[in-house]
């Protein structure tokens, strides 16, 4: 389930980016552009040592979020 987890996870930030700079090529801009641009960077979820939050409860809100810009942006 991990594994399965991870690939969707890798799908779901590559779709992110794929339709980010398909917008930002197409020479879009605003909250939602702005807000995929963020959600691209891990914020606080890993640190720049490499060590990552334990609390899975942060990675699932942060899974939701990027779900949530996907749609945003399939409207752009």
Do not use: C, H
Not at 3 to 29: I, M, P, V
Not at 54 to 64: G, K, M, V
């Amino acid at each position: 389930e991990a594994f399965r987890d991870g690939l969707e996870d890798y799908e779901y930030l590559w779709t992110l980016n794929d339709l980010l700079t398909k917008a930002q090529a197409a020479g879009k801009s605003g909250p939602a552009i702005d807000a995929a641009r963020e959600l691209l960077t891990t914020g606080d979820l890993i640190g720049p040592s490499g060590a990552f939050a334990n609390d899975a409860s942060r990675f699932l809100a942060y899974r939701a979020k990027i779900a949530e810009a996907i749609v945003r942006l399939k409207g752009v």
